[in-house]
């Protein structure tokens, strides 16, 4: 990218932000001029006031408008906020721009510097006083170390503690608890054990849980919170954050009284030249406007920023509900968890080559009332939770209230969860109409992507969503070999009525849950409308595909390999036609193909099915001829497919392949996943 040397000759306004900047300049400068009377604004605050301004005295925007963002990190006090009257329109955007071959990051983060060497029970520690954290203005549960995150003081340092007894037992599932029995000598009674909490994993979520207490002869720790699901015995759970498991370099621990923040530096780590940063701020920006007003904020351009340092954490309780417990966790997806960028009535705006990075929350957020936005060539990663929202829970009455239409295309959205396990990667709730083509998913503890927030069949309005080309993998079992430790997910998971969404040229592949529902196609409560067809799933644990239950959904033309446990699921009867399999490759090593309520109300023709190992095949409790006795797969043939290379991932299909039998048509995944590098990378 170079900088146009005439932009006046096109109308285009430019101004410059810069760390040696000064909010007193004209801002049209890209650096100081050696007399020092101008030069580049000092904060991207000035930038938005130069432009307001600019429309205030000629009544609109004579042309479009660029602010350069010189490198650095603009440390925030409080989040960047847009506003209708920042908005551009169609001819005249307004642009937030890198500066070419530069590489700012907006954060809302901290820097801590004024550490000391402080050794204590033979533990090479580093410590710093905040005042700040002492007088109960400031506390934190992440730290970034010359930009890496580091780990809080966490027991086992590896691995899981697993629940081995309950003693409160509520009728229903979904009712949870404050208190369990642990094995003996997995917790002490730590003199600091009041700072930490228990993490603990149930069913398909995590619930954060602060210790009030634990009683070593009864093997018993109880809770501030609840767990939001009824806990199981073996359920996997980890301490984190007390003083006297800081026990391994790359630890740390904050003490809330003294405001004391300890450190165990890597061995190669220098006390003077290191960069430590803390969050400070919830969200880096928000974008307000008010759709029911029609007052959009649009035509807004950001180009090759960061935005780095956010948490987020549970609001204290009110002292007058102190006495009923609250809930440690959400119910699914980590969904009250905000972005680390917001959005709220926006229109026609772009996010493009930018990284969102070293976050608590989600990455970005596009919530009420916004539409026709894009987020083009991404990087989203160091997650406390998950990728991208868009979206609500809830269904807006008002058409300018919903959200709809949006564009995620060659984005990668990695490594998330770290906080909140049970986010997700890319997440649509109430919403219509968005594109999801061309963006890798990885490395994420729960599902790769989730759409719909509607369970059965009541109104939803998460239809005609387009999903293509997208690379999403390693979902519940990270490539660190860490996981899994949830269950009921997928590569892709759905939810409700979705009439007129479709899936297809996507390749799924690595996906575990650690009790039940490593899925690569989910089909999940009421989903309805959609189809599925030249998908590429392997390597899964519990099945290819798979349907709770559902209506009228198309799974054709795809491809189910190597699921670990049985290769295709259909969970419950119902007397509605269920879905439709057909033309589809599925290739496996178990004696269960398909596994759950055979009712027959469900189509199965034109598919290919192979054994490795030739040994028979089982749909439900039916052998294969049984099953083709009661009407399914009467055009369909057991026959090796002939795949160039399947046990190393090449699903090529060679010449003479018995597919072409079934009318399988072969697909074309060598374009799955970003077309275009982010060749943005942050300088620090």
Not at 121 to 133: K, Q, S, T, Y
Not at 192 to 208: G, K, L
Not at 301 to 325: C, D, I, M
């Amino acid at each position: 990218m170079s900088i146009d040397v005439n932009p006046e000759a096109r109308g285009e306004t430019i101004f410059y932000v810069s760390p040696e900047g000064n909010d007193a300049w004209s801002g049209h400068l890209p650096s100081p001029d050696p007399s020092g009377a101008d030069g580049p604004f000092a904060t991207l605050q000035q930038a938005q006031r130069a432009v307001r301004k600019m429309k205030w005295e000629k009544g609109q925007l004579p042309g479009p408008v660029t602010v350069y963002v010189r490198k650095g990190i603009y440390f925030l006090k409080e989040p960047l906020v847009f506003t209708p009257e920042d908005s551009g329109v169609e001819t005249a955007p307004v642009a937030y721009v890198a500066y070419p071959g530069e590489h700012p990051i907006l954060s809302g983060g901290q820097p801590i510097t004024n550490w000391q060497r402080a050794t204590t029970d033979g533990r090479p520690l580093w410590m710093a006083v905040l005042p700040e954290v002492a007088e109960g203005k400031w506390f934190f549960r992440q730290l970034w170390v010359n930009g890496q995150r580091r780990q809080r003081a966490r027991h086992p340092n590896y691995g899981y503690l697993r629940v081995a007894e309950l003693l409160d037992h509520p009728e229903q599932w979904f009712e949870g608890q404050s208190r369990f029995r642990f094995h003996e000598g997995d917790l002490k009674a730590w003199p600091t054990a009041s700072a930490a909490e228990i993490v603990v994993m149930n069913r398909w979520v995590e619930s954060r849980l602060p210790i009030a207490s634990i009683d070593e002869a009864e093997r018993v720790v109880c809770c501030h919170r609840r767990s939001v699901f009824r806990l199981d015995p073996d359920d996997p759970y980890y301490v984190e954050h007390a003083f006297e498991v800081l026990d391994m370099p790359g630890e740390w621990f904050l003490d809330r009284e003294s405001g004391k923040l300890y450190y165990w530096p890597l061995p190669y780590e220098d006390l003077n030249q290191v960069q430590i940063i803390a969050p400070v701020l919830t969200q880096v920006m928000r974008m307000e406007g008010e759709p029911r007003k029609d007052g959009w904020v649009e035509y807004l351009v950001f180009r090759g920023l960061s935005f780095a340092h956010t948490e987020w954490y549970f609001p204290p309780e009110p002292q007058e509900q102190q006495s009923e417990k609250s809930i440690g966790g959400f119910p699914q997806a980590a969904v009250g968890v905000p972005g680390a960028v917001y959005g709220e009535g926006i229109r026609h705006c772009v996010f493009e080559d930018c990284t969102i990075a070293h976050v608590g929350t989600y990455g970005l957020e596009l919530g009420r009332g916004c539409r026709n936005n894009r987020i083009l060539g991404c990087e989203i990663t160091d997650l406390g939770a998950g990728g991208v929202k868009i979206g609500e829970t809830v269904i807006r009455e008002d058409a300018d209230e919903q959200t709809y239409g949006n564009e995620i295309s060659d984005c990668r959205i990695y490594d998330g969860g770290h906080v909140f396990h049970s986010a997700v990667g890319i997440w649509i709730g109430q919403s219509y109409g968005n594109r999801l083509v061309h963006n890798e998913v990885a490395d994420f503890y729960y599902t790769g992507i989730s759409i719909g927030w509607t369970w059965g069949y009541d109104r939803s309005l998460a239809g005609s969503n387009l999903v293509a080309f997208n690379h999403v993998h390693h979902i519940g079992i990270r490539r660190n070999g860490e996981g899994p430790i949830l269950s009921d997910m997928g590569g892709i998971y759905t939810l409700g009525i979705q009439e007129g969404t479709v899936i297809h040229h996507n390749l799924w592949h690595d996906i575990a849950g650690i009790r039940y529902g490593g899925w690569g196609i989910y089909f999940d409560e009421g989903s309805t409308g959609i189809t599925a067809e030249n998908n590429l799933v392997y390597n899964t644990t519990h099945g290819g595909f798979h349907q709770h239950y559902g209506r009228a959904n198309v799974v054709r033309n795809n491809v189910f390999a190597y699921a670990r446990d049985h290769q295709l699921q259909a969970s419950r009867a119902e007397t509605h036609l269920r879905f439709q399999f057909e033309r589809n490759i599925v290739l496996g090593r178990s004696e269960q193909w398909l596994a759950g309520e055979v009712d027959f109300n469900f189509v199965f023709d034109h598919n290919l099915y192979w054994r490795e190992d030739e040994g028979p095949i089982r749909f439900g409790h039916l052998t294969w001829d049984e099953w083709r006795a009661r009407g399914m797969d009467e055009h369909s043939i057991l026959a090796d497919p002939k795949f160039r290379d399947p046990k190393h991932g090449d699903f090529y299909l060679q010449p003479g392949s018995p597919a072409e039998q079934i009318g399988f048509q072969p697909f074309d995944l060598s374009s799955v996943g970003p077309r275009i590098q982010n060749h943005h990378k942050p300088d620090q």
